[in-house]
Each structure stands twice: as structure tokens, then as C-alpha cells.
């Protein structure tokens, strides 16, 4: 514990100096967007289900004006995310574990000259974010106050309601872009180019299933895996829960997939129901949360595609997490008032499963 505080101490004498080196500013002050062409990066280099949660404000703050430009600093795992995007300039990997390239993008950043930094990372303020704002060298800082760090901010927006899903939370960020953030759409957004979407549409129709009925039969995607063990569920309710649709709806073509890493069990929790299990591609994964007609999964990005794609989607949560749930979403939602999926039983998401079915449009 006490080597956690001086770390702590540590990192916010660091940040205040890396503070001290920024470009100076009157706080709180906007540009004229309009005025001349501006360009702006937006940080967001973690997860991919933040990535997407975020294409919503990329949409917003990149649209309020013909004149701004505007970049994403991403991961190499959420990168792909932003491929075909229209409202994202460029994309620039940070890779932040080899600090070999750092040298190298710090460059990068300078020779931009970006006039913003918007600041993605809303609930963790670090060292690291600090150096990147230090390395564009803009004039103008822009993120969610409220925390210790809000001295590194031109602009330090007001943290709304601490219940505020994490979309309407972040989207509060573009409010010096003259956005208001009550009268804007935060929904997520994903571009599939044409080739990506016809090859999932027929690996759906290619799948074993009742002669004559490929094209009317429901698609359901099923997804694993979770980044977290305390949101993984027990592989043998998914059994236990596929097995019923499937009495229900002997019709039901299920495709099964998760990462690599887990493939016996996607392969022995499809075997069981009859379905198909892929390993695939994030991008080609993407492309099959987009056609298909229900989603079930955990609480991971695959969850967050449904909402970005207007796909239904049954998703197992835990109420601890309940700001980061997949925004908007049609469907239902499972919930787990513990710590972990795994007191969710097979039943409740059976019931929620079955609904969600029920509630499809009519396959014509």
C-alpha cells in the first residue's frame, strides 16, 4: 500500500512538470473553428470496446466543422475499428508496451502540428497521456475534469453525472467544439466496405442447415470469449442454453466464435448445438455481427458492435459495469449483481434469449 501511494506521488510530480512544458494558453478560451483549417487528435489507444464507443464523438466532434480535421491516436488491437471510417483522418498506432517506437511517434505528433488534443482516456489520467499531449505540442487541451490532473487541460469540461453512460460521459468532450451534448447522437458507428459484408453473408447462407431455407432461416451469432475471467460464463450453460433454442427452432443456423485462444471450447459448444464455429478476424468478425439477426455474448466489444451495427443482441453484464453497457442497444440485457457472469444461470438467459427471438421482424 504504501509503495501504491508513493507511486502515485511520483507519477503526479511527473505529470506536473510535463504540465509546466505545454504550450501556455488562456484556459477555458476556444478558437474560432470556422475560422481557418484546424487540426485535432483524439487519444484513445486501449481497448476495442472503447473504440467504438467512441466513434460517436469522432462522428460529432469531426463534423461540427468543415474546417477541422481530425486524427485518432489508437492501439494496434483497436486500430481496425476506424477502418473505412469517413470522419477520421488518419490513423496513428501507438504501441505502447515497445518503448523503442516512442521516440519515433512522439516525432510524428510534433511535425503535425495539431492545434486540439482531446483526451479519450476518461477514467484514467496518466503519465502517459501527458507525454503525448507534451509531444503534439497543442495549443489547446481538451478532456473530462473533475480528476487530479485537470491542470493539463486548456480545457477541462464538467464530468456530468457519474451515472452518465460512458458514451454521453466522454461525449461531454466536445463541448468546446460548440456541441451540445444533450442534442447529439452518441451512438456508435462502423463502415464495412462491400467485399466484407458479402463474404459474410455467404459464409451465413453456405452453413449446414434444413434443405431449401438458407436465406429465411435466423441467424444467430454467439460469442465466448471476454478479455476478463470475471466476465466469461461457464461454457457448459452456453450447452445448456443453445440446446434450447435449438429445440425451439430446429431451423436456427448459430455460428459460434471467440478469440483463438479458446477455440475447443467454441468448437465443443457449437458441436453441441449443431452450429458452426469460426475463429475469425476482428474485421471479419465485424462483418458477421452485421448480418446477423441476434447477438448473444458477455459484455465485450462484440456487444458494442451490435449496438454500433442496430443489431439485437442478448448481452450478460455485471451492474458494477452497468455506465459501460452497450449503448442503446435492441435487445435484452442479463444481469449479474456480483462480481463475476457465472451467477447468471442458464435459465435467465434462456428467458432473455427467447424474447429477443420472439421479437424479431418476421423473415420474409
Known amino acids: 500500500m504504501r ?32 475560422a481557418r483549417p484546424h487540426r485535432v487528435l483524439y487519444l484513445r489507444y486501449d481497448r476495442i470496446g472503447d473504440m467504438i464507443l467512441a466513434t460517436g464523438l469522432i462522428r460529432a466532434i469531426a463534423t461540427s466543422s468543415s474546417t477541422i480535421t481530425l486524427d485518432v491516436l489508437a492501439s494496434p488491437g483497436n486500430a481496425p475499428i476506424l477502418d473505412g471510417n469517413p470522419h477520421v483522418g488518419s490513423v496513428l498506432i501507438f504501441e505502447k508496451r515497445r518503448r523503442s517506437t516512442w521516440r519515433a511517434l512522439f516525432k510524428q505528433l510534433r511535425s503535425a ?8 482516456m476518461v477514467l484514467a489520467p496518466s503519465l502517459t497521456t501527458a507525454l503525448l499531449m507534451l509531444a503534439t505540442g497543442a495549443k489547446y487541451r481538451i478532456g473530462v475534469g473533475g480528476r487530479s490532473n485537470d491542470f493539463i487541460y486548456t480545457h477541462a469540461v464538467p464530468p456530468g453525472d457519474e451515472a452518465l453512460p460512458v458514451a454521453e460521459r466522454s461525449g461531454r468532450t466536445a463541448i468546446p467544439f460548440g456541441i451540445d451534448p444533450h442534442a447529439t447522437d ?36 454467439v460469442n465466448l ?76 466489444s462484440i456487444a458494442h458492435a451490435a449496438s454500433a451495427f442496430r443489431r439485437p443482441a442478448v448481452v450478460m453484464l455485471r451492474r458494477r459495469m452497468a455506465m459501460f453497457a452497450p449503448y442503446r442497444l435492441s435487445g435484452r440485457l442479463v444481469w449479474a449483481e456480483g462480481a463475476t457472469l457465472s451467477e447468471i444461470q442458464a435459465g435467465q438467459v434462456s428467458e432473455a434469449l427467447e424474447s429477443a427471438l420472439q421479437g424479431l421482424e418476421p423473415v420474409i
Do not use: N
Open 186 to 221: 452518441w451512438r456508435s458507428e462502423l463502415f464495412l466496405s462491400r467485399e466484407e459484408r458479402g463474404k459474410a453473408e455467404a459464409k451465413w447462407i453456405s452453413l449446414p442447415g434444413p434443405a431449401g431455407i438458407a436465406e429465411q432461416s435466423r441467424r444467430l451469432l
Open 3 to 34: 509503495l501504491k501511494r508513493l507511486e502515485a506521488w511520483w507519477k503526479a510530480i511527473c505529470i506536473r512538470a510535463l504540465a509546466a512544458l505545454m504550450p501556455r494558453t488562456q484556459r477555458g478560451v476556444t478558437p474560432d473553428w470556422s
Open 225 to 300: 470469449s471476454a478479455t476478463h475471467s470475471a466476465r466469461r460464463w461457464p461454457d457448459d450453460r452456453f450447452v445448456e442454453v443453445l440446446a434450447h433454442a435449438r429445440a425451439r427452432d430446429q431451423s436456427l443456423r448459430i455460428v459460434v466464435t471467440g478469440i483463438p485462444e479458446e477455440s475447443r471450447s467454441i468448437r465443443l459448444v457449437a458441436e453441441s448445438c449443431g452450429g458452426e464455429a469460426i475463429v475469425m478476424d476482428l474485421r471479419a468478425v465485424l462483418a458477421m455481427v452485421a448480418t446477423a439477426d441476434l447477438i448473444l455474448t458477455p459484455d465485450t
Open 113 to 120: 502540428r495539431y492545434d486540439a488534443v482531446v483526451d479519450g
